[in-house]
């Protein structure tokens, strides 16, 4: 009895090389830089997370005698 060799090719259309992945690992980075820059400022300096604003605020109260 002669042995016959199957051979099958087995071909997908799926998996695009994992580009998607990558850009949203980039955007997502991205986004930690920026909201680090806007509200972390103070995490890296060591202190002691307060500051002192020196304001002078004058608040005009409303006349009494109906004018």
Same mark, same amino acid.
């Given at each position: 009895m002669v042995e016959r060799e199957k051979e099958t090719i087995v071909t997908t259309t799926d998996g695009g090389g994992g580009g998607g992945t990558i850009l949203a690992v980039v955007l997502l980075?991205? *986004?930690l830089v920026v909201?680090?820059?806007l509200f972390g400022r103070g995490l890296l300096?060591?202190?002691d997370g307060t500051t002192d604003?020196?304001?002078? *605020?004058k608040v005009e109260a409303?006349?009494?005698d109906g004018n």
């Open positions: 980075i991205a *986004v909201l680090f820059l300096g060591g202190g604003i020196n304001a002078d *605020v409303p006349s009494t």
